[in-house]
Protein backbone atom coordinates (compact mmCIF):
# COMPACT_ATOMS: atom_id res chain seq x y z
CA UNK A 1 0.00 0.00 0.00
CA UNK A 2 1.33 3.19 -0.97
CA UNK A 3 2.57 5.68 1.17
CA UNK A 4 0.72 8.73 0.70
CA UNK A 5 0.73 11.12 3.43
CA UNK A 6 3.06 14.36 3.44
CA UNK A 7 5.68 14.25 6.27
CA UNK A 8 7.08 17.24 8.40
CA UNK A 9 10.04 16.67 10.14
CA UNK A 10 10.81 18.70 13.28
CA UNK A 11 14.77 19.26 14.36
CA UNK A 12 16.86 21.18 16.17
CA UNK A 13 20.15 22.57 15.96
CA UNK A 14 20.95 22.01 19.56
CA UNK A 15 18.89 19.71 22.16
CA UNK A 16 16.11 20.95 24.28
CA UNK A 17 15.52 23.71 21.24
CA UNK A 18 11.57 23.07 22.12
CA UNK A 19 10.93 20.24 19.19
CA UNK A 20 8.40 18.54 21.72
CA UNK A 21 6.27 21.77 22.12
CA UNK A 22 6.38 23.19 18.59
CA UNK A 23 5.13 19.92 17.65
CA UNK A 24 2.30 19.78 20.66
CA UNK A 25 1.49 23.44 19.32
CA UNK A 26 1.28 22.33 15.51
CA UNK A 27 -0.57 19.39 16.48
CA UNK A 28 -3.28 21.37 18.24
CA UNK A 29 -3.89 23.37 15.75
CA UNK A 30 -4.10 20.56 12.69
CA UNK A 31 -6.56 18.93 14.89
CA UNK A 32 -8.57 22.63 14.86
CA UNK A 33 -8.52 22.52 11.21
CA UNK A 34 -9.54 18.75 10.55
CA UNK A 35 -6.26 17.63 9.41
CA UNK A 36 -5.97 13.65 9.83
CA UNK A 37 -2.28 13.07 11.23
CA UNK A 38 -0.09 10.88 12.65
CA UNK A 39 3.05 11.02 15.24
CA UNK A 40 6.38 9.57 15.21
CA UNK A 41 9.54 9.79 16.83
CA UNK A 42 12.09 7.94 15.21
CA UNK A 43 15.36 7.74 17.57
CA UNK A 44 13.71 7.32 20.80
CA UNK A 45 15.63 8.81 23.97
CA UNK A 46 14.18 8.06 26.70
CA UNK A 47 11.88 4.73 27.85
CA UNK A 48 8.41 5.27 29.39
CA UNK A 49 8.77 5.11 33.15
CA UNK A 50 4.81 3.71 33.06
CA UNK A 51 5.42 -0.26 34.13
CA UNK A 52 2.26 -0.89 31.59
CA UNK A 53 3.48 1.25 28.61
CA UNK A 54 6.74 0.41 26.57
CA UNK A 55 6.51 3.61 24.41
CA UNK A 56 9.36 6.44 23.93
CA UNK A 57 8.03 9.01 26.98
CA UNK A 58 8.31 11.55 23.91
CA UNK A 59 6.00 9.23 21.86
CA UNK A 60 3.81 8.17 25.01
CA UNK A 61 3.49 11.96 26.40
CA UNK A 62 2.47 13.54 22.89
CA UNK A 63 -0.17 10.39 22.39
CA UNK A 64 -1.88 11.10 25.61
CA UNK A 65 -2.41 15.29 24.78
CA UNK A 66 -3.32 14.61 21.86
CA UNK A 67 -5.68 11.47 22.60
CA UNK A 68 -4.13 9.74 19.27
CA UNK A 69 -5.37 6.25 18.71
CA UNK A 70 -2.44 3.59 18.98
CA UNK A 71 -3.00 3.10 15.08
CA UNK A 72 -1.55 6.90 14.83
CA UNK A 73 1.96 6.73 15.98
CA UNK A 74 5.13 5.28 14.65
CA UNK A 75 7.12 4.08 17.48
CA UNK A 76 10.95 4.42 18.06
CA UNK A 77 13.37 2.22 15.89
CA UNK A 78 15.39 2.71 18.69
CA UNK A 79 16.61 3.76 22.07
CA UNK A 80 19.76 6.12 21.68
CA UNK A 81 21.14 4.72 25.06
CA UNK A 82 24.67 3.80 25.98
CA UNK A 83 23.86 0.00 25.42
CA UNK A 84 22.66 0.57 21.98
CA UNK A 85 25.39 2.70 21.07
CA UNK A 86 27.79 0.25 22.69
CA UNK A 87 26.64 -2.85 20.65
CA UNK A 88 26.77 -0.44 17.46
CA UNK A 89 30.58 0.52 17.63
CA UNK A 90 31.22 -3.08 18.42
CA UNK A 91 29.06 -4.10 15.08
CA UNK A 92 27.16 -6.44 17.17
CA UNK A 93 24.00 -4.50 15.35
CA UNK A 94 24.03 -4.52 11.81
CA UNK A 95 20.69 -3.48 11.74
CA UNK A 96 19.66 -1.23 8.75
CA UNK A 97 17.96 1.36 10.35
CA UNK A 98 17.53 4.13 7.47
CA UNK A 99 15.91 0.85 5.21
CA UNK A 100 13.37 0.05 7.84
CA UNK A 101 12.39 3.79 8.22
CA UNK A 102 11.67 3.42 4.38
CA UNK A 103 9.97 0.32 4.89
CA UNK A 104 7.99 1.58 7.76
CA UNK A 105 4.28 0.66 7.25
CA UNK A 106 2.07 4.12 6.64
CA UNK A 107 -0.19 5.32 8.91
CA UNK A 108 -3.55 5.21 8.04
CA UNK A 109 -5.82 8.05 6.72
CA UNK A 110 -3.39 10.26 7.38
CA UNK A 111 -2.56 13.46 5.35
CA UNK A 112 0.54 14.14 7.92
CA UNK A 113 2.91 12.93 9.68
CA UNK A 114 4.80 14.61 12.04
CA UNK A 115 8.01 13.04 13.26
CA UNK A 116 9.88 14.57 15.66
CA UNK A 117 14.06 14.44 14.99
CA UNK A 118 17.01 14.17 17.32
CA UNK A 119 18.63 16.90 19.28
CA UNK A 120 20.98 18.10 16.42
CA UNK A 121 21.62 17.93 12.43
CA UNK A 122 24.00 15.34 13.28
CA UNK A 123 23.05 13.30 16.25
CA UNK A 124 22.26 9.39 14.82
CA UNK A 125 24.37 9.39 12.35
CA UNK A 126 26.15 6.24 13.76
CA UNK A 127 22.76 4.42 12.64
CA UNK A 128 22.20 6.39 9.60
CA UNK A 129 19.74 8.69 10.73
CA UNK A 130 21.11 11.62 11.29
CA UNK A 131 18.22 14.80 10.34
CA UNK A 132 19.06 14.68 6.63
CA UNK A 133 18.92 11.14 6.19
CA UNK A 134 15.61 11.09 7.77
CA UNK A 135 14.76 13.65 5.70
CA UNK A 136 15.24 11.49 2.58
CA UNK A 137 14.32 8.52 3.64
CA UNK A 138 10.59 9.37 4.17
CA UNK A 139 10.78 12.20 1.85
CA UNK A 140 10.00 14.78 4.87
CA UNK A 141 9.52 18.85 4.53
CA UNK A 142 11.83 19.87 7.10
CA UNK A 143 10.48 22.47 10.35
CA UNK A 144 13.88 23.84 12.53
CA UNK A 145 13.23 24.74 16.16
CA UNK A 146 16.40 27.01 17.11
CA UNK A 147 16.53 28.45 20.41
CA UNK A 148 17.98 32.61 20.22
CA UNK A 149 20.48 33.24 22.12
CA UNK A 150 22.03 36.10 19.68
CA UNK A 151 22.21 37.26 16.11
CA UNK A 152 24.55 34.82 16.25
CA UNK A 153 22.14 32.55 15.04
CA UNK A 154 21.75 33.13 11.45
CA UNK A 155 24.72 31.01 11.28
CA UNK A 156 23.76 27.78 12.60
CA UNK A 157 20.44 28.21 10.41
CA UNK A 158 22.68 28.81 7.60
CA UNK A 159 24.54 26.27 7.98
CA UNK A 160 21.49 24.17 8.42
CA UNK A 161 20.32 24.92 4.96
CA UNK A 162 23.19 23.61 3.39
CA UNK A 163 23.03 20.60 4.81
CA UNK A 164 19.35 20.45 3.95
CA UNK A 165 18.69 22.28 0.75
CA UNK A 166 15.03 22.10 -0.44
CA UNK A 167 14.03 20.13 2.40
CA UNK A 168 14.59 23.09 4.88
CA UNK A 169 10.82 24.42 4.63
CA UNK A 170 11.55 27.12 7.20
CA UNK A 171 12.25 28.15 11.19
CA UNK A 172 10.83 28.58 13.88
CA UNK A 173 12.89 30.92 16.75
CA UNK A 174 12.28 29.97 20.52
CA UNK A 175 13.35 31.71 23.87
CA UNK A 176 13.03 35.08 22.56
CA UNK A 177 13.69 37.40 25.49
CA UNK A 178 11.16 40.61 25.34
CA UNK A 179 14.31 43.02 25.23
CA UNK A 180 15.54 41.14 21.95
CA UNK A 181 12.02 40.40 20.15
CA UNK A 182 11.93 43.99 17.84
CA UNK A 183 15.92 42.91 17.12
CA UNK A 184 14.48 39.16 16.04
CA UNK A 185 11.40 40.70 14.00
CA UNK A 186 13.08 43.89 12.15
CA UNK A 187 17.02 41.86 11.35
CA UNK A 188 16.97 38.39 11.76
CA UNK A 189 13.28 37.14 10.12
CA UNK A 190 14.15 39.92 6.77
CA UNK A 191 17.79 38.65 6.65
CA UNK A 192 16.29 34.66 6.90
CA UNK A 193 13.69 35.21 4.58
CA UNK A 194 15.49 36.87 1.79
CA UNK A 195 17.77 33.89 1.84
CA UNK A 196 14.26 31.46 1.11
CA UNK A 197 13.99 30.81 4.65
CA UNK A 198 10.69 31.25 6.15
CA UNK A 199 10.31 32.22 9.97
CA UNK A 200 6.68 30.47 10.70
CA UNK A 201 6.87 31.65 14.89
CA UNK A 202 8.84 33.71 16.92
CA UNK A 203 8.20 32.27 20.08
CA UNK A 204 8.67 34.32 23.60
CA UNK A 205 10.59 32.75 26.19
CA UNK A 206 8.40 31.87 29.00
CA UNK A 207 10.00 30.99 33.09
CA UNK A 208 6.80 28.59 33.05
CA UNK A 209 8.51 26.33 29.74
CA UNK A 210 11.65 26.67 31.65
CA UNK A 211 10.75 25.66 35.27
CA UNK A 212 10.96 22.16 36.34
CA UNK A 213 8.49 20.44 39.17
CA UNK A 214 9.61 19.62 42.76
CA UNK A 215 9.34 16.15 41.64
CA UNK A 216 11.98 16.22 39.22
CA UNK A 217 14.09 17.87 41.84
CA UNK A 218 14.01 15.24 43.88
CA UNK A 219 15.29 13.05 41.27
CA UNK A 220 17.74 14.91 40.20
CA UNK A 221 19.49 15.65 43.52
CA UNK A 222 17.89 11.94 44.96
CA UNK A 223 16.81 13.86 47.76
CA UNK A 224 14.71 13.44 50.68
CA UNK A 225 11.02 14.67 51.09
CA UNK A 226 10.83 16.05 54.54
CA UNK A 227 7.71 18.26 54.26
CA UNK A 228 4.31 18.30 52.04
CA UNK A 229 4.89 15.59 49.57
CA UNK A 230 1.67 16.17 48.23
CA UNK A 231 2.88 19.04 46.35
CA UNK A 232 6.17 17.65 44.68
CA UNK A 233 3.77 18.87 42.00
CA UNK A 234 5.19 22.17 42.04
CA UNK A 235 6.87 24.20 39.20
CA UNK A 236 10.29 25.94 40.08
CA UNK A 237 11.27 28.77 37.86
CA UNK A 238 14.84 29.18 39.33
CA UNK A 239 17.67 28.71 42.24
CA UNK A 240 18.16 31.44 45.05
CA UNK A 241 20.81 30.52 47.54
CA UNK A 242 20.49 31.62 51.19
CA UNK A 243 23.93 32.19 52.68
CA UNK A 244 23.90 35.32 53.98
CA UNK A 245 22.45 37.10 56.80
CA UNK A 246 18.48 36.54 57.56
CA UNK A 247 18.08 40.56 56.94
CA UNK A 248 19.55 40.55 53.54
CA UNK A 249 18.16 37.36 53.01
CA UNK A 250 14.81 38.36 52.97
CA UNK A 251 14.81 41.04 50.58
CA UNK A 252 16.65 38.71 48.02
CA UNK A 253 14.44 36.05 48.42
CA UNK A 254 11.29 38.87 47.86
CA UNK A 255 12.92 39.69 44.45
CA UNK A 256 12.20 35.90 42.58
CA UNK A 257 8.57 34.14 42.44
CA UNK A 258 8.32 30.18 42.19
CA UNK A 259 12.05 29.51 43.57
CA UNK A 260 13.97 26.94 45.24
CA UNK A 261 15.88 28.19 48.14
CA UNK A 262 19.39 26.05 48.84
CA UNK A 263 20.84 26.88 52.02
CA UNK A 264 22.28 25.29 54.42
CA UNK A 265 20.96 22.94 57.21
CA UNK A 266 21.84 24.37 60.19
CA UNK A 267 20.18 27.54 59.00
CA UNK A 268 16.89 27.93 60.81
CA UNK A 269 16.55 31.64 60.30
CA UNK A 270 17.64 31.40 56.88
CA UNK A 271 14.77 28.46 56.47
CA UNK A 272 12.27 30.41 58.34
CA UNK A 273 12.99 33.53 55.89
CA UNK A 274 12.32 31.18 52.88
CA UNK A 275 8.86 29.80 53.97
CA UNK A 276 7.53 33.20 53.90
CA UNK A 277 8.33 34.04 50.54
CA UNK A 278 6.49 32.70 47.36
CA UNK A 279 9.24 29.92 47.31
CA UNK A 280 7.67 26.38 46.01
CA UNK A 281 10.70 24.40 47.32
CA UNK A 282 13.57 24.45 50.48
CA UNK A 283 16.52 22.39 49.84
CA UNK A 284 18.69 21.86 52.98
CA UNK A 285 22.12 20.63 51.99
CA UNK A 286 24.32 18.93 54.01
CA UNK A 287 22.29 16.06 55.33
CA UNK A 288 20.84 17.86 58.57
CA UNK A 289 17.10 17.54 58.96
CA UNK A 290 15.59 21.08 60.33
CA UNK A 291 14.26 21.75 63.39
CA UNK A 292 11.13 21.03 64.10
CA UNK A 293 9.75 24.13 64.08
CA UNK A 294 10.70 24.91 60.66
CA UNK A 295 8.90 21.66 60.11
CA UNK A 296 5.52 22.64 60.99
CA UNK A 297 5.62 25.92 59.35
CA UNK A 298 6.79 24.09 55.93
CA UNK A 299 3.87 22.31 56.07
CA UNK A 300 0.91 25.48 57.44
CA UNK A 301 2.37 27.62 54.34
CA UNK A 302 2.23 24.11 52.07
CA UNK A 303 6.54 24.39 50.57
CA UNK A 304 7.83 21.02 50.24
CA UNK A 305 11.15 20.89 52.18
CA UNK A 306 13.95 18.53 50.88
CA UNK A 307 17.08 17.26 52.21
CA UNK A 308 19.98 16.48 49.97
CA UNK A 309 23.54 15.01 50.89
CA UNK A 310 25.55 17.36 49.16
CA UNK A 311 27.21 20.89 49.89
CA UNK A 312 25.78 24.18 48.25
CA UNK A 313 27.49 23.80 44.89
CA UNK A 314 27.42 20.66 43.89
CA UNK A 315 23.55 21.01 44.84
CA UNK A 316 23.20 23.91 42.20
CA UNK A 317 25.29 22.74 39.30
CA UNK A 318 23.47 20.10 39.56
CA UNK A 319 20.28 21.76 39.13
CA UNK A 320 21.56 24.00 36.94
CA UNK A 321 22.04 21.06 34.33
CA UNK A 322 18.53 20.24 34.91
CA UNK A 323 17.13 23.55 33.72
CA UNK A 324 19.39 23.36 31.11
CA UNK A 325 17.65 20.10 29.84
CA UNK A 326 13.76 20.79 30.53
CA UNK A 327 11.08 18.53 29.07
CA UNK A 328 7.82 19.55 28.83
CA UNK A 329 5.95 16.71 30.39
CA UNK A 330 4.57 18.75 32.92
CA UNK A 331 0.85 18.94 32.61
CA UNK A 332 0.59 22.61 33.75
CA UNK A 333 2.78 23.58 30.66
CA UNK A 334 0.30 21.77 28.12
CA UNK A 335 -2.56 24.93 27.65
CA UNK A 336 0.48 27.26 27.90
CA UNK A 337 1.96 25.74 24.39
CA UNK A 338 -1.40 25.81 23.09
CA UNK A 339 -1.99 29.09 23.47
CA UNK A 340 1.81 30.81 22.79
CA UNK A 341 1.32 28.43 19.27
CA UNK A 342 -1.62 29.94 18.57
CA UNK A 343 -0.51 33.32 19.03
CA UNK A 344 3.01 33.47 17.87
CA UNK A 345 3.15 30.33 15.15
CA UNK A 346 2.00 30.64 11.51
CA UNK A 347 -0.19 27.44 11.28
CA UNK A 348 -1.67 29.17 7.92
CA UNK A 349 1.57 29.31 6.30
CA UNK A 350 2.93 25.96 7.29
CA UNK A 351 -0.36 24.08 5.61
CA UNK A 352 0.14 26.14 2.21
CA UNK A 353 3.99 25.22 2.66
CA UNK A 354 2.86 21.65 3.23
CA UNK A 355 0.12 21.89 0.36
CA UNK A 356 -2.18 21.39 3.01
CA UNK A 357 -5.02 24.45 2.25
CA UNK A 358 -8.09 23.85 2.68
CA UNK A 359 -10.74 24.87 0.31
Given at each position: ?????K????G?????????????????????????????????????E???????????F????????P?????????????????????????????????S??????????????????????????????????????????R?????????????????????????????????L??????V???????????????????????????????????????????????????????M??????????????????????????????????????????????????L????????????????????????D??????R?H??????????????????????????????
Amino acid sequence: MPNLAKYLLVGSIEAYSGKSATILGIANQLQSRGIDFGYGKPIGTCLSESPTDDLEEDLRFIRQCLSLPPERVQRALLLLDADTIHKRLLQEDRTDYYRSLVESPPIPDAELVLLEGPGTLEEGSLFDLSLPQLAEAVNASVLIVARYHSVLLVDTILSAQKHLGDRLMGVAINDIPSDRLDTVQTIVQPFLEDRGIPVLGLLPSSALLRSISVGEIVQKLKAQVLSCRDRTDLLVEGIQIGAMGVNLAVQYFNQAHNSAIVTGGDRADIQLAALETSAHCLILTGNLAPSPMVLARAEEVEIPILSVDLDTLETVEILDRAFGQVRLHEAGKIDYVRQMMDEHFNCDLLMELLGLERG
